[in-house]
């Protein structure tokens, strides 16, 4: 048996699988999260353990598990003090964007941090968090030279306080994500350490994501890696299968090969396998919390069930731009903002909702878009996530795409991932039992479609469309 651990943005799970891939018991624990400026997002880093922990312990984690698989949020920030092992600061999630004019300011080569990382300068990442809790929290530099303060993703603060302090260690998912990682040497690269003014040693050793992690009150930790990564080997796509995971962002993920692609404005990921490999990825930053800010703040709807009710009933045609938190990839634009095109007298709750939905398959399809023009051509896609229960958005990510979309049988892909990756083979996906929404249109009619909705909202992407 195997545990799998889940730490997300809003909750934290836990699950016991078998050695067929069934999850025998499934938690979660709910997560909160803090908002106390524009674009501030906090987490309390104690309440993210003490929530994974409850998890683990509601489904009766049994000493004797065969190993433990770690995955969780990967830019999110904690800096601690290695001798309490507590947090000296509240933990910036990865949704975070205040160190947006830090960056700005920095006038780093974009190209070259690209040919390090495979990633580009963006304030979601962690390095330019961590700059601004070093130069924010009295003393945390000259402590952090000296090895008194560590700091790292989540997933390292996890790891040391999981193993009591014995182990201060990260994988090479979480670790491209700081910016500061080299993809081809496998360790932190002096020069960026030196111009975010990140001392080496607060940071943590960098293990392989098939490793081992020391041990926890649950059994010995064998593997780590990052939310998105483990829900790759969850789903186990076939070749030039995609995978899009709707959270509370929305991602894209395709393998790309051994070697870092050339992407055209979006990401080259480390996958978790034995022998080097990448996938291109992009990120819609808002997919559920963009819905969910319509049924808390907006008050449009209170379950998921009066969210599709409300959908039966539309009567304009609306187009929404979701970016409550800005635009990743490709567009990376911190100050976006969500807008609404076509709202008249006759609008309804439901024009509203479907706009949304709407909105974040575009986006998808504009990150799909891209990784064709880079080489990276899906034939078709998985979903997974909470919201890909909803046959609305799937059917509209098909149409958009192109491409036939199947909705994954497993619900709980990041955990599944996270087993196969403490058991080291990934289990087998049951395709026939996958529900399919195919495209209503050919490509010409996804191109149009997509474009029409990037008119209307008023984005445009240098460079052009991709090929298809």
Not at 67 to 79: E, N, Y
Request: proline fraction near 5%.
């Amino acid at each position: 048996m195997w545990l799998a651990l889940d730490q997300g943005s809003t909750s934290s799970g836990a699950a016991l699988v078998d050695d067929r891939g069934r999850i025998r018991r499934l938690a979660r624990v709910a997560v909160a999260t803090r908002h106390p400026a524009p674009g501030h997002v906090e987490i309390d880093a104690e309440a993210a353990l003490r929530t994974l922990e409850e998890a683990a312990r509601r489904i009766g984690a049994p000493r004797t598990v065969d190993g433990v698989g770690l995955a969780s949020q990967r830019s999110t920030v904690v800096l601690w003090d290695r001798r309490t092992g507590r947090p000296v600061a509240p933990a910036l999630s990865w949704q975070d964007v205040r160190g947006a004019r830090v960056l700005a300011a920095m006038r780093l080569d974009a190209s070259a941090i690209r040919r390090t990382t495979g990633l580009v300068p963006s304030p979601h990442y962690s390095a330019v968090k961590m700059k601004w809790l070093l130069d924010r929290v009295a003393g945390a530099r000259q402590r952090a030279r000296s090895g008194r303060y560590a700091i790292g993703t989540l997933n390292a603060f996890l790891v040391f306080r999981l193993t009591r302090g014995r182990v201060f260690a990260t994988d090479p998912t979480h670790a491209q994500r700081t910016l500061l990682f080299d993809v081809r040497r496998g360790d932190w690269d002096d020069d960026l350490l030196r111009r975010f003014g990140v001392p080496r040693a607060a940071l943590p050793e960098v293990r392989p994501s098939f490793g081992e992690f020391g041990s926890c009150d649950f059994g010995p930790i064998r593997a780590c890696a990052g939310d998105k990564q483990a829900a790759f080997v969850g789903l186990a796509p076939a070749r030039r299968e995609a995978i899009v995971n709707y959270g509370t962002g929305a991602f894209f993920v395709i393998a790309a090969g051994s070697s870092p692609a050339s992407s055209r404005g979006l990401l080259s990921s480390v996958l978790p396998t034995p022998r080097r490999s990448f996938a291109v990825e992009g990120t819609v930053n808002a997919a559920g919390a963009a819905l969910d800010w319509m049924g808390r703040a907006l008050r449009l709807f209170g379950s998921p069930g009066e969210m599709k009710r409300l959908l039966r009933d539309r009567a304009t045609d609306v187009r929404c731009l979701p970016a409550p938190e800005g635009l990743g990839a490709p567009f990376f634009d911190p100050s976006a903002r969500t807008r609404f095109v076509g709202i008249d007298a006759r609008t309804t709750p439901g024009d509203l909702v479907f706009a949304t939905l709407e909105g974040i398959a575009a986006l998808v399809s504009v990150i799909a878009d891209r990784a064709r023009g880079s080489g990276a051509r899906a034939t078709a896609a998985v979903a997974a996530g909470g919201l890909s229960k909803l046959d609305d958005l799937l059917q509209l990510q098909a149409d958009f795409l192109g491409v036939p979309v199947r909705r994954a049988r497993v619900r709980e892909a990041t955990l599944l991932g996270a087993a196969a990756l403490a058991r080291g083979v990934a289990f087998p996906r049951d395709v026939d039992a996958e529900t399919v929404f195919k495209p209503t249109g050919g490509t010409r009619d996804a191109d149009r479609r997509l474009g029409a909705w990037m008119e209307a909202v008023g984005l445009r992407l240098s460079g052009g469309r991709g090929a298809r």
